[in-house]
């Protein structure tokens, strides 16, 4: 049972456009929820967060929306940059001190110059 | 600052052969630590965790164990390896009371082929 999916494998849109990258989850108890950034043969890092009490947190470029009646979230990246080209993972996390967070599958994201 | 080292960055065992890939943290104390993989086309599935010396928790059924024999240390073990243990493996590392503006800290994998 997969409790955070990302049903988008793939995106690709213009440099300077906007990119967003949509993830769905089933567990109410999830407290927060972060995206990850992934490049080939690196390991994912931290890109934003949102805790469950919000419903917009918005960091430069980047926005995460929050719907959590839908069990949805969303990145916005405005304006899209080649550099921004990677993989992008959504994970949800829980209460108390374990800290794993579950992923989903990822969304490869190709930004063209 | 912290630091995360994991290794090797890539590796290629037999069927049949053991496994061990390591992981430190240097920084901080009493990090909660996480082996994830990624299999090919797939998310990241969280293997092991442990909040402290000795404790580690399994998250899914499968070939491999868990050790930590150090608060900064983090093993990932198999005693015969199987061609379905090919991956990404990653080492993360979090505070112990982590949360949304406390996130998880990868290394930067090892890729495993099982051939």
């Known amino acids: 049972d997969q409790q955070v999916k990302q049903n988008s494998p793939s995106l690709s849109v213009q440099e300077g456009r906007i990119s967003i990258l949509n993830c769905d989850y089933t567990?109410?108890?999830?407290?927060?929820f972060l995206w990850y950034k992934k490049y080939p043969a690196e390991g994912p890092t931290f890109l934003i967060s949102?805790?469950?009490?919000?419903d917009k947190n918005e960091d430069g470029r980047f926005t995460v929306f929050l719907n959590k009646s839908a069990k949805h979230l969303s990145l916005h990246i405005v304006p899209s940059q080649p550099g921004d080209s990677a993989v992008y993972f959504c994970?949800?996390?829980?209460?108390?001190?374990?800290?794993?967070?579950?992923f989903g599958q990822g969304t490869t994201l190709q930004v063209k110059p | 600052s912290q630091t995360i080292h994991q290794w090797p960055a890539t590796l290629v065992q037999p069927v049949g052969s053991p496994l061990s890939l390591e992981c430190t943290v240097e920084g901080t104390s009493n990090p909660n630590l996480y082996w994830y993989r990624q299999a090919a086309g797939r998310g990241l599935q969280l293997l092991f965790y442990s909040v402290g010396i000795g404790q580690i928790s399994s998250e899914v059924p499968q070939n491999l164990s868990a050790s930590r024999p150090q608060d900064r240390q983090f093993i990932l073990s198999s005693k015969k390896l199987l061609l379905s243990d090919s991956g990404f493996y990653l080492c993360a590392w979090s505070v112990p009371l982590s949360s949304y503006n406390s996130p998880l800290h990868f290394g930067n994998g090892t890729r495993l082929t099982v051939t």
């Open positions: 567990n109410s108890m999830f407290d927060y």
């Open positions: 949102i805790s469950s009490i919000k």
């Open positions: 994970a949800a996390g829980g209460a108390g001190n374990t800290g794993k967070l579950i």
